[in-house]
DNA sequence: AAATATCGTAAACATAGTTTACCGTGGTCG
DNA sequence: CGACCACGGTAAACTATGTTTACGATATTT
């Protein structure tokens, strides 16, 4: 009779009941991204670093923030210098990077990981590894390269404007 | 001297500078995925869909909402039942959809896509279909087959948790 | 030196999501 | 049958996060 949780919180994606053959590209693509997005962040939260949420992943990503400028993360993320600073600010408060001015360029700022960002962005590596480690085991070895040689390919195309 | 743009506002984003040789799983689906989901978006625009935005998307996508109850797309976009019917009504206010009762169940409601609706959603795969053969002309038949097949694999394993 | 472009920043605003709460229907079990 | 409760959907308040608009400081150009 209190009042229990009865909505749905967000949960992670339900998968389709179509079946495979007849997906497209854009799906196939997205719902496996989407799903290592998500379990990154689950297990970030798990790892200590709890205080980290979805759009800190932008800078927590691929080539890491260590010592990039601010502008340059924004265009790598595909957001405004705006909002990109906000989130910079936001990560400066909680602890994981700061900025600093840039040596012999007085408007420049550099982007700068404290130990517990360098710890953080360790840690989404290592999460990352375990995932490719999962999926070597599940496709097997060869077909696991493959699938990444193929997205290195189109990767290095010009197909992605 | 008038306060031209000085800002940079949201752009696609930069490709890193780093061979793709080192890059994880992560990136090298997350960054084509949203290449083509920025895509479509522009192309839908561009087509006449111009009030369609990015969230919308989370509706406009893989098996298409038409029949579909509020709760299950709220599951498949991985959002919260409200986020989902607060994007639905304004599809419906923007004539892409209805919802209506469903027959023999007083709770339910069901998903219609309108004439407009199914205009957007056909051409959404439209667009779809163009980046699929631009993918084939680059890869080539055999290695764009391959790709799509792999990831079909990775659909139907238990990666996706 | 003045004009202008660039980098970073800040505040106002808009958008979109979660949290909290509720209504009506349908099933369950005393 | 009737009380209870689970479920699907909805609405409002709150929060988070992004864009727009605007500006300050530094570098560059003329």
Redesign the interface.
């Known amino acids: 009779m209190t009042n229990l949780r009865k909505?749905?919180?967000?949960?992670?994606?339900?998968?389709?009941?179509?079946p495979?053959?007849d997906?497209?590209?854009?799906?196939?693509?997205?719902?496996?991204?989407?799903?290592?997005?998500?379990?990154?962040i689950r297990e970030l939260n798990a790892a200590g670093f709890s205080d980290l949420s979805l759009p800190h992943m932008a800078i927590f990503?691929?080539?890491g923030p260590d010592g990039a400028r601010p502008?340059?993360l924004?265009?790598?993320?595909?957001?405004?210098?705006?909002?990109m600073n906000r989130l910079l600010g936001s990560l400066e408060d909680l602890g994981y990077l700061k900025r600093s001015n840039a040596p012999r360029e007085g408007r420049a700022r550099i982007v700068r990981l404290t130990r517990r960002g360098q710890a953080a962005f360790a840690r989404a590596?290592h999460i990352?590894?375990k995932?490719?480690r999962?999926?070597n085991a599940?496709?097997g070895p060869k077909?696991f390269a493959?699938?990444?040689k193929?997205?290195?390919?189109?990767?290095?195309?010009?197909?992605?404007?």
Chains 1, 2 share one sequence.
Do not use: N, Y
């Not at 967000?10 to 389709?16: C, G, R």
């Not at 997906?23 to 990154?40: D, K, N, S, T, Y």
């Not at 997205?151 to 992605?160: G, H, I, K, N, Q």
């Open positions: 909505t749905s919180p967000a949960a992670t994606p339900l998968a389709s009941p179509v495979t053959k997906m497209l590209i854009g799906a196939l693509l997205r719902v496996p991204a989407e799903a290592i997005h998500r379990r990154i990503r691929f080539p502008g340059v924004a265009q790598q993320a595909g957001m405004s210098k705006q909002a590596i990352l590894r995932i490719e999962e999926w599940e496709l077909d493959l699938l990444k193929l997205l290195c390919r189109v990767w290095e195309s010009p197909l992605l404007q």
